[in-house]
Each structure stands twice: as structure tokens, then as C-alpha cells.
């Protein structure tokens, strides 16, 4: 079901900060997608300026202290050595850079008044969102706030039954520290086995539901992974509002992480889900790959709000593409088929029998546990 009122809510401060010139995110992400959004008339009437969150806001899950640390480092450009240390801050991960506070707080702004504007139903895109690592008391794994958690917290304060699909290459540890054993809330997480943050081990417990799958990942065990157990556990859980997380490290030019994905895969499971519930908010995260996330995200809100893409793409989007970089670190430009078009080619293969089983064993465990079959 596509959403033809879908708004999507950004940011300019994405394209003027960065991590720094070493970073795996000193790379345009969210500024490519509205770029390409404006380039192809994505965005006329639908783009929202996201706000940025107060600290009060922010402490719903974060500790004031942290939120303090992150303002003055903002502020001053440095922190003691202490509270470095003890907030995770100022390291090769989690450096300390000019917009360390009002960058993620304005990530947070995006998904909380997308929370509000979802009070009614409808479909909302906060590429900008999405960043799951964060904890309640410092920095993890390039994510200073978690704002699935705020997001999935606020929609609870509105009485709504939330579910969380991440699909990010890497485990979704920070939400599952927030929400593990929340009432009224469902996570699901599918991301590479043995990569960083090492946790999510294939298992169920409790409303944590995680699916480590194997290196070269592809679009076939995605769309198996899809229909035989993201779409049933949604279905038998009946969520009032949906959160995906569509971090795209899991395509396969991503140099962080080891799938295959295209990104038909996301596509296809943004189609699937979106009707299962009256409330779908749509994340980015992870995606390291300047054309490739540009690309995919640019497809979704597409997907999302139900507007049609050329094939072949005008000049004034090629140009979108043809302008980025990978800013430094030597790695190889695209192949120039994926500078002329948004769709990837499909990369299908033979499903793995272990995940194959390991997804039969998750969807058992799951209905005797909760009762549904």
C-alpha cells in the first residue's frame, strides 16, 4: 500500500557537517537524497525541515548528564578526559566534531515529530533517522542518540503497539539495550553474523527477535527471510505503527559489511510491510557507500510515497550522482550503469539450508511462546 500523503522530513545539516576525513561517514548520505529527490520532483509539497530536539526531549531515554557532555563538546570542540572516557566520546568511532549535538538532535526532532504527525495514520521517511547503536548513556558505534528509541518511546506514550524492523547490516544492540522486555513492543533485527557490534546472536527472547545471517547474503534469502518470518511475526503480532530501519550496508558495494543485497531486496520488503500496520515510519542508518546508499534510499521514498521513477535517469539526477565521492581513502568509483539508473540489478542465489531451518526454528519458537500460531 503506498502512501500517496507521505511526507519526508530533512535536514541541511547533514550536508554541512562530517564526521571528519577519516570516518566511514565523512560521505554525503541523506544530503544525496534529497538532492536526487528535487532532481527527479520527489519532493514538491512533501518535505518537512526537521526540527531539532530539546534536551528535555532527548532524556526520555538518554541520561542528562550525556545530553550535557554532548552539548559541551559542541560547544567547547573537547571534553575532559574523564568524561571522554566515561561517555565514549572523542574516539576514532565517536569523534568529537563540530555538530556533535545538534546533528543527532536534529535526527531525534525528525523521527519526534514524525511520531506526532503519525497521530492520524500515514506513512512518514526520516532518512536521517535511524542511527541504533547509541545508548542511554553514551556514544556506540557512530551513534551519539538513538532515535529508534525515542521514536519507538513516543509512539508508546500514544498508546500505540509498536513493531521495529531493522534491516541495517550491523545488530540493532543500543534498541534492544532501550526496548528489551518493553511492553506493547516487537524488534526484529536481520543483520551480517560476526560483525561488529557482535551481539544478536540468531535467537528469541523475550520481544527480541534476531536473525544473524551468513556473508553474501542476497536478494533470494532476503525475500525467504521476508515472507517466512518478518512478514508473519508482524502479522501475528498486529502493530499499530510499523519503525524499519533500512540502513543500507547490507547492499553489496557497502565496504562495512560482508551481504549482497541489491536494493530490490529493500524495495520489496518496504512493499510488503507498509500495509501491516496505519502507521509506518521509515529510518535510514547505516550505509557507507555514497552512491549506493543515495540510491537506495532514493528508491524507497519513491516506493514510499508512491511515485514512479524513470528507467533511465534525466541529466539533472545523473549529475546528483556523478558530483559525489568518496572523499579520500582510495577506494574504486562506481561502474558507470549505476550513475544512469536507481534500480540495481537482481543478485538471486540458492537460499542457505541453515538459515533456511534457523528461520523455521525462529517462527515456531515465536507462536509457542506468544501463543500464536
Not at 2 to 15: D, K, M, P
Not at 270 to 281: D, G, S
Request: hydrophobic share 45%; aromatic share 6%.
Amino acid at each position: 500500500m503506498q502512501q500517496s500523503g507521505a511526507l519526508f522530513i530533512g535536514s541541511e545539516i547533514y550536508r554541512g557537517s562530517s564526521y571528519g576525513a577519516k570516518h566511514p561517514l565523512r560521505v554525503p548520505r541523506v544530503s544525496t537524497v534529497i538532492d536526487l529527490g528535487r532532481a527527479l520532483g520527489l519532493l514538491a509539497g512533501r518535505y518537512r525541515a526537521s526540527p531539532r530536539a530539546k534536551p528535555a526531549a532527548l532524556t526520555a531515554f538518554h541520561h542528562p548528564a550525556y545530553i550535557a557532555a554532548l552539548q559541551e563538546a559542541e560547544a567547547t570542540g573537547d571534553l575532559p578526559p574523564a568524561a571522554r572516557a566515561r561517555f565514549h566520546l572523542g574516539s576514532l568511532s565517536n569523534p568529537i566534531f563540530p555538530q556533535i549535538y545538534s546533528r543527532p538532535a536534529t535526527g531525534a526532532g525528525g523521527v519526534l515529530l514524525a511520531a506526532e504527525l503519525l497521530a492520524k495514520g500515514g506513512a512518514i521517511y526520516v532518512p536521517g533517522g535511524g542511527t541504533h547503536h547509541g545508548m542511554a548513556d553514551r556514544a556506540n558505534g557512530f551513534c551519539y542518540l538513538n532515535d529508534p528509541v525515542l521514536a519507538i518511546l513516543a509512539l508508546r506514550r500514544a498508546g500505540h503497539r509498536v513493531a521495529y524492523v531493522d534491516l541495517d547490516a550491523h545488530h540493532c544492540d543500543g534498541v534492544e539495550a532501550g526496548l528489551a522486555g518493553a511492553e506493547g513492543v516487537l524488534l526484529i533485527s536481520v543483520h551480517e553474523a560476526a560483525r561488529w557490534p557482535f551481539t544478536g546472536a540468531t535467537g528469541q527472547q523475550g520481544n527480541c527477535v534476531n536473525l544473524a545471517v551468513p556473508a553474501g547474503y542476497h536478494d533470494s534469502e532476503a525475500r525467504m527471510v521476508l515472507h517466512e518470518l518478518i512478514l508473519p511475526l508482524l502479522q501475528a503480532f498486529k502493530p499499530d505503527a510499523i519503525v524499519l530501519q533500512a540502513g543500507a550496508d547490507s547492499l553489496l558495494e557497502d565496504p562495512l559489511s560482508r551481504l549482497a543485497l541489491s536494493n530490490n531486496a529493500y524495495v520489496e520488503a518496504l512493499r510488503a510491510i507498509t500495509p501491516l500496520a496505519p502507521r509506518l515510519l521509515l529510518l535510514g542508518g547505516g550505509g557507507y557507500n555514497p552512491w549506493s546508499v543515495g540510491r537506495c534510499w532514493t528508491r524507497l521514498w519513491a516506493e514510499l510515497s508512491g511515485q514512479e521513477l524513470p528507467e533511465v535517469l534525466p541529466e539533472p539526477a545523473r549529475a546528483v550522482l556523478t558530483g559525489l565521492s568518496w572523499g579520500g581513502g582510495g577506494r574504486p568509483l562506481p561502474e558507470a550503469g549505476l550513475l544512469t539508473t536507481l534500480f540495481d540489478p537482481a543478485r538471486e542465489g540458492r537460499v542457505n539450508a541453515r538459515l533456511r531451518a534457523e528461520v523455521a526454528a525462529l517462527r515456531q519458537g515465536f507462536a509457542q511462546i506468544s501463543g500464536l500460531g
